[in-house]
């Protein structure tokens, strides 16, 4: 189980975590989401002892990250949110020095990353830097997982990377946890968020909520209408003005909207639309997603 | 020990690999021995002079073949006429000016006393004193050999010298300037690479990533400072080889000594090196750091000039130099045939210099913050 009490972190003038406190369960794939500069990246850093809290304590699997950096730095396998293997080396080498270092070979085990490492091995030959974006996520991946760390530490690991990528990554990520790793991963894309057993939302450098995905869906109280017409800007400046509009916001091709009373408004919001000479409107409720409900809770935190 | 080999076989790795480092450190030495050796000369030939002969006559005719003769001088013009030697002073068409008035030789041989006049320019003072001096001996023999063919000196007393010149008997001064050369080379290389190495990996982030590995920090620094050990010495082997094949340079000590006092210089420089890396972010940084070090350690150390006319305060400075240690050690070394005994004080200084700069690289790197 990892432990966070109470953690504060400060540079200089700016906070970047803030009394942060939860836990997370050995065997989770557990996600950070926020947007970037929530304070994800200080949190990582000073889980894997790359940086001590100014305050608070934290427990890795009954280790102090701090005091028991040595062991701590055996067991987990973090990887940055900026590439950073040796480029003018191979995917080969790259993987052999980081095994050597941990005092392993990929022999050994190789069971672990075998599915990862057998779609970049047909190129092993090929230098880091010389890898699409890709490849060079999955050669990253295989050389944090190497030395077969308990805690996989993965630091916004699709940021920059396609959404076919990003689906095969998560599925990735499904089948090591299965193999019995505690995986942390941290991003700023909410529709990730679904992919993990237990997400924290973090902004600011706070956590507001810590809890399955489906819980913070379930969460959601109000009611949420997509809203469609011809001039979705000018329809969003409308809704802002409308007096009984609680939150409304662009959402892809649509505008959320939710409304301060607790009854359905399609009507009432369809009149607004017209009486601003606006057409084809288009409004429906939806299910709200947990991108709604992080604005949501941002939202109520803000006011 | 695992892990310290395949440290070392990463870096060489990417040091062969690297398109630009590799020729530098191939084609840097000779470059540098070639044509640093042959400018960095302080021998005084061709200076330029003007001789304004009024005279016409045969002192003056004496004189003048005697300055042709002269390795050091180059005769231009004859003129007669003072003011326009003083305008080829002023155009920079010559050096010195060398002005041999009317009744030269009259007077001369009448009073025993005649009075020439030299005017040097002095933008480049210590040239001016050089040729100054130059010329001045030459006058001086034309005037004893006149003395001499009118028998006028039959009963004076004479002090003969006669001088010999050990260690470099031919006075060649490239033989101490090509040691000095090779001295900065192996810093230049030492300090740059190690440097600019460990902070390559910090702006990278792979630093990120080797920190939270298990490799404890002197195994880091070891990682980083076998390899330019190694090129050091390869390089001072390539610039020695070098001297020798092309200027002829002496190997009168041991090389056995010279490359034991080279490895710990090397040591010592290369923890300098890394130790500026570890405090510094950026590789500009550690540009601007090392070639404020570098600069001031080539200037006081004796490099180009002696350090017995440096102000003592500079002289005092000196013992926080490495590169004084080791210009002094290879100077001695290949020049005079110094043995271990004769360096023991720089072989100490040296030795602690790298203990501290080490140390200090060590402990300043830091895997947490």
Not at chain 1, 17 to 26: A, C, F, G, T
Not at chain 2, 228 to 251: D, N, R, S, V
Not at chain 2, 294 to 314: D, K, Q, Y
Request: one cysteine or more; charged letters at 20%.
């Amino acid at each position: 189980m990892i432990q966070f009490t109470n953690i504060s972190k400060s540079f200089d003038e700016v906070k970047a975590v803030r009394n942060v406190s939860l836990s997370i369960d050995e065997g989770q794939l557990f996600g950070f989401i926020g947007p970037d500069g929530a304070g994800k990246t200080t949190l990582f850093r000073m889980l894997n002892s790359l940086l001590i809290a100014d305050e608070g304590s934290i427990e890795l699997f009954g280790l102090d990250p701090h005091k028991d950096y040595k062991k701590v730095r055996q067991i987990i396998g973090y990887m940055p949110g900026k590439f950073s293997l040796y480029y003018d080396l191979s995917i080969e080498e790259n993987l052999n020095f980081f095994a050597t270092v941990f005092g392993t070979t990929i022999e050994e085990n190789y069971h672990l990353i075998e599915d990862i490492y057998k779609q970049i091995e047909p190129f092993k030959k090929r230098h880091a830097g010389k890898l699409s974006g890709g490849m060079k996520q999955k050669l990253a991946l295989c050389c944090a997982l190497i030395h077969k760390p308990k805690l996989l530490l993965l630091d916004e690991p699709t940021t920059g990377v396609d959404a076919v990528s990003r689906r095969e990554f998560w599925d990735m990520l499904k089948s090591l946890k299965s193999k019995g790793i505690t995986i942390v991963v941290s991003t700023p894309y909410m529709d990730e968020a679904g992919m993990c057993d237990s997400v924290a939302l973090m902004q600011n450098g706070q956590i507001h909520a810590v809890e399955s995905p489906k819980a913070i869906v379930d969460n959601f109280q109000k009611e949420l209408l997509a809203v469609k017409c011809n001039d979705m800007y000018k329809a969003l400046l409308t809704l802002r003005n409308y007096e009984n509009c609680y939150n409304v916001y662009p959402f892809g091709e649509y505008l959320h909207y939710i409304d301060k009373r607790d009854s359905k408004p399609i009507e009432d919001i369809n009149d607004c639309l017209l009486k601003h000479d606006l057409q084809e409107i288009e409004i429906n409720p939806v299910k709200p997603d947990i991108e709604d409900c992080f604005i949501e809770l941002t939202r109520k935190l803000s006011v | 020990m695992r892990i310290l080999i395949s440290l070392l076989q990463k870096e060489f790795l990417q040091i062969f690999r690297n398109k630009t480092l590799l020729p530098l450190i191939f084609v840097l030495p000779l470059v540098q021995l070639i044509v640093l050796v042959n400018a960095a000369t302080m021998d005084m030939k061709n200076i330029r002079i003007t001789v304004v002969d009024m005279n016409l006559s045969s002192t003056s005719r004496l004189l003048v073949s005697k300055l042709e003769a002269s390795p050091f001088f180059e005769v231009g013009d004859m003129l007669i006429n003072k003011q326009m030697g003083i305008d080829y002073l002023q155009d920079n068409k010559t050096d010195i000016l060398l002005y041999m008035p009317q009744e030269m030789e009259q007077t001369l041989t009448k009073e025993g006393v005649v009075k020439v006049q030299i005017i040097a320019d002095a933008i480049d003072a210590s040239k001016a004193q050089l040729a100054f001096g130059y010329l001045t001996n030459i006058i001086q023999e034309t005037h004893m050999q006149v003395m001499l063919e009118q028998q006028k000196l039959q009963n004076v007393k004479r002090i003969s010298t006669n001088s010999s010149f050990w260690f470099n008997p031919d006075l060649n001064y490239k033989y101490y300037m090509l040691p000095g050369v090779l001295v900065i080379l192996v810093t230049l290389i030492g300090l740059f690479l190690s440097a600019l190495n460990l902070v390559r990996e910090k702006e990278i982030g792979t630093a990120e990533q080797i920190n939270v590995t298990p490799i404890k920090k002197y195994q880091f620094i070891l990682g980083k400072l076998i390899p330019f050990l190694i090129i050091g010495l390869f390089e001072l082997t390539l610039g020695l080889l070098a001297g020798k094949l092309i200027y002829g340079l002496p190997f009168s000590g041991s090389l056995l000594v010279l490359y034991s006092f080279a490895s710990i210089y090397l040591i010592a420089v290369l923890g300098l090196g890394l130790l500026i890396s570890t405090l510094s972010q950026t590789q500009q940084q550690v540009m601007m750091v090392s070639f404020f070090f570098m600069l001031i350690f080539i200037l006081l150390s004796g490099a180009f000039t002696a350090v017995e006319n440096m102000p003592e305060l500079a002289q005092k400075l000196n013992v926080f130099n490495p590169v004084y240690y080791f210009m002094n050690a290879i100077r001695m070394i290949l020049i005079k045939g110094a043995v271990f005994a004769e360096l023991a004080s720089e072989f100490r200084s040296i030795s602690i210099y790298a203990c501290i700069s080490v140390t200090l690289a060590v402990l300043s790197y830091r895997k947490t913050n």
